[in-house]
């Protein structure tokens, strides 16, 4: 066989193809829009979002290095340095710890570290910088008010410094400080010089401090890799090449560390990407396979003059590539856009994460990679059917597939307008199912957001917060302590917001903050935990060593009793007139770190806090959220919450901390309420007062959030939809003129044909409702549940409204677009359509 080099004839005849064809060219460009435009900005909102909840764990985790090595001499540490696969890194040496009673609740760790720890360890110096002189420290700012010393770098203080086993006592100079977050780190740093370190350290065996179990003198190498992937894997291989054996961490703060620790976690996001090229792939298929189906005559004739199967294919990949070329920029660049402004919205109401914008490649990359596989997949299948066909069975194509012999249908009356429409349209399954395919996908995804969105019940969410309408609160600091000498929510405070004109109640909330002996049931449970923990920072060790764990007792008024919930109680039942007798307490289930929670004791049990007089019976378990607004907001790791009666706290506890009073107004005079309780709080230093409207307006919030996002996506998703239905219509209507030309020309009038259109696409209606009523409202209840019981402040009801607002406006879409489709047919005559067969 002669080989030609046709492919410039190819190419230009493909183009001359493509500008024929402007309509079609236009839907598929919007289709390779709208497809990049939705995977552009689930992408962007995904790395944003993640880079926002990165940085947010980083300063937990303390850092944003991939990995350190633990425990190492000053050489091993150099040796490791020297690694190929270590890109940067920073050192620190470990002094010792603060001792003092000010330290008992929030440790603070001493050492020597250099720029680069401080660079990756968010640590910005408002003023001053690292220490250079043996008695100078640099630490945070909490810690500076922790031990009451000015914010100004000169400022003097005395440290008592537990540096392995022994106490060193000396007197500071503060070089610089820096602003921390006391909730989030384990524990408070301060950082002394290497002139310190040489003084007082450096004769510190680190092999023997090790055996102590105080690791004093040893380094800690923190390491950047090219990557945040395989973290754990690339610090085995450093290990190994280096011939070292030393414990080390991997930054769990990372998401790929999560990611492949539980792959569960990405099922959502492929769910989401799938349902995209679902929906772009059903809208571009159709369009190319109507496309073929239109021009098969065409590809027939190229066939006659010797175009080959291959280069027929490749007259529609042509097509396809430059289409996508020129829709590609655009949903690139608007799904980003979209994507950093929906992860700005999202990170705005979110309080563990703050706005970091992703602009990585895999982004762009991914969303142009994913679009592309759409298309070529949507026109592979219409091309292999161009390439397939004989030019003899082109010229009778007309895209319905034979389906045997033909059956004679016998009536009585004639044929009936209905029944015709109905046989028009099941026989041509295939294009029939990819409609219906595609409409009920959008239609049943819009019910599931729907759905989630009218969950969200007001009430839950303002009960969680407040009781009744306005809620007078005294200020605690960030570990939820108040400071009883300084405390503004007096009794006399809480008897004046009671006397006020409009108020018909007053709930308050007393509390004391305790502690708990470690008893067997404890120890069972934590000892695993302490045995399987980083020695760096041993939480639960560190509880089992001081042999105790933290509670907080809460005394609550009767008002507080309609805020505990079915959903709330783990076990055990809610009984008001026991629980009132004083015998009764609630507890809640303890936080072992992340999402782990576990109860100690059961329904029955007795507890007897230390600082109470006698033992209750617990009579339920809480959830670590319930009451949620009674509390300080603030949870201890291992421990759990107590609740009594307000007027059991009150005998045990003489002359308890008032830490909120709830007021329950008049409804008629709230605004009179709202000005008096705000007089008396903004006379009172210390206390906060909020109403349950500024509530519902952080709520409606977050609710229009949720709702710009999720309609947002059903929308593009709905008009992939409308716009594949809308072109199956138009151009089945061009594609059966021939057939429509022989029925008018045997006496069928204009308005019967108008009629048997109108039927058909009625029937496509009637069969879409059939599938999204069965089929789509059951993966509605079953998806919308799920993801309703996950959601905080939801209560899940299945609702149908969606569907039965949807099909009404569909039945005028379809009756629009067929009147539209057939006003486009008429315009030819009989004459000129029958002559086309010829």
């Known amino acids: 066989m002669i080989r030609t080099n046709n492919g410039k004839t190819v190419s230009k005849l493909a183009i001359k193809s493509l500008k024929a064809n402007r309509l079609r060219n236009v839907v598929i460009v919007s289709a390779v829009v709208l497809t990049t435009l939705l995977l552009t900005s689930v992408f962007t909102m995904a790395l944003s979002i993640n880079k926002s909840m990165e940085r947010a764990k980083m300063k937990t985790a303390g850092s944003d ?26 050192k620190t040496v470990l002094v010792g710890n603060a001792i003092g009673d000010a330290f008992k609740s929030a440790p603070l760790e001493i050492s020597q570290i250099d720029s680069s720890i401080a660079k990756h360890s968010f640590v910005n110096f408002v003023e001053g910088g690292l220490p250079d002189g043996e008695n100078e420290i640099a630490t945070s700012t909490w810690i500076l008010d922790l031990l009451g010393v000015p914010h100004e770098t000169g400022a003097t203080f005395s440290l008592d410094i537990d540096i392995d086993g022994k106490a060193v006592s000396k007197e500071f100079v503060l070089s610089g400080f820096f602003e921390a977050d006391q909730y989030v780190a384990m524990s408070g740093q301060a950082f002394v010089s290497e002139a310190f370190v040489w003084n007082y350290v450096s004769h510190i065996d680190p092999e023997q401090s090790k055996a102590h179990g105080t690791y004093v003198n040893t380094t800690r190498l923190d390491v950047m890799f090219n990557n945040s ?4 894997k690339k610090i085995r291989n450093v290990l190994s090449d280096t011939g070292l ?6 930054n769990w703060a990372y998401a790929s560390v999560s990611l492949f620790e539980n792959p569960m976690n990405v099922i959502p996001y492929v769910a989401l990407i799938l349902i995209i090229m679902l929906s772009g792939y059903l809208l571009i298929y159709n369009i190319f396979h109507i496309s073929v189906v239109r021009d098969i005559k065409f590809y027939g004739l190229l066939k006659t003059i010797g175009t080959t199967p291959r280069q027929v294919r490749k007259i529609i990949s042509i097509q396809a590539n430059r289409l996508y070329v020129a829709a590609l920029p655009i949903g690139l660049a608007s799904g980003y856009g979209i994507g950093r402004w929906v992860a700005s919205l999202m990170t705005a109401v979110s309080s563990e994460a703050e706005p970091a914008y992703s602009a990585s490649p895999i982004i762009f990359i991914g969303a142009a990679l994913f679009s592309y596989m759409t298309l070529r997949v949507a026109a592979s299948r219409p091309g292999r059917t161009a390439a397939k066909i004989s030019p003899v069975e082109a010229v009778r194509y ?26 028009n349209l099941l026989r041509q399954k295939k294009k029939l199912l990819l409609m219906l395919a595609s409409l009920s996908l959008s239609i049943t995804l819009f019910s599931m957001i729907f759905t989630v969105i009218s969950s969200l019940d007001m009430n839950k969410y303002l009960n969680a917060f407040i009781s009744g309408d306005f809620v007078v609160k005294a200020e605690t600091d960030t570990r939820g302590r108040i400071d009883k000498s300084r405390s503004a929510l007096t009794a006399d405070v809480s008897r004046a917001l009671g006397a006020i004109d409009g108020v018909e109640g007053v709930d308050n909330v007393y509390f004391k903050p305790d502690t708990f002996a470690v008893d067997d049931t404890i120890r069972a449970v934590l000892e695993p935990l302490a045995a399987a923990e980083d020695p760096n920072t041993p939480s639960f060790t560190s ?11 809460h005394g609550i008024d009767s008002g507080w009793y309609d805020v505990i919930q079915k959903s709330d109680i783990v076990a055990g039942t809610f009984d008001r007139k026991k629980f009132n007798s004083g015998d009764y307490a609630l507890i809640t289930e303890a936080i072992l770190g992340g999402d782990d929670y576990i109860s100690y004791y059961k329904p029955g049990d007795k507890i007897k806090p230390d600082g109470m007089e006698k033992s209750y019976e617990v009579m339920a378990v809480l959830k670590v959220e319930a009451l949620y607004a009674a509390g300080t907001k603030h949870y201890n790791t291992a421990g759990y919450k107590v609740f009594f009666p307000a007027a059991e706290f009150r005998t045990a506890f003489k002359n308890p901390l008032i830490l909120s009073a709830t007021l329950h107004a008049d409804p008629a005079k709230l605004d009179q309420v709202e000005n008096a309780a705000k007089a008396i709080t903004d006379s009172n230093n ?37 716009l594949n239905y809308m072109n199956t219509v138009i151009t089945g209507v061009i594609t059966r003129r021939n057939e429509f030309a022989v029925l008018e020309s045997i006496g069928m009038t204009r308005k019967q044909m108008k009629k048997m259109l109108v039927y058909e696409g009625l029937y496509s209606v009637l069969f879409t409702t059939l599938i999204v009523g069965t089929a789509g409202l059951l993966l509605t209840y079953l998806v919308a549940k799920n993801i309703a019981e996950n959601m905080a402040f939801t209560v899940f009801h299945m609702n149908v409204l969606p569907v039965a607002a949807v099909i009404p406006m569909l039945a005028i879409i379809s009756y629009t677009v067929t009147v539209y489709a057939y006003r486009m047919l008429s315009k030819a005559t009989i004459v000129e359509r029958l002559r086309e067969v010829e």
């Open 245 to 250: 054996d030393a414990p080390y961490g991997v």
């Open 65 to 90: 290095f991939h990995g350190s090595f633990k425990y190492l001499t000053s050489e091993e540490a150099e040796k490791l340095i020297r690694h190929p696969s270590v890109k940067e890194y920073g």
């Open 229 to 232: 992937f395989g973290i754990e």
């Open 686 to 722: 210390g206390l906060t007062m909020k109403s349950r409207e500024d509530y519902k307006k952080e709520l409606d919030g977050f609710i229009r959030i949720f709702q710009t996002v999720g309609y947002g996506l059903s929308f593009i998703v709905a008009l992939i939809g409308v």
């Open 398 to 423: 007309s895209g319905v597939s034979g389906g045997g012999g033909r059956k004679v249908k016998r009536s009585v009356n004639g044929a009936k307008l209905s029944r015709m429409s109905l046989g």
């Open 543 to 553: 509880i089992l060593k001081r042999g105790e764990i933290d509670l907080q007792l």
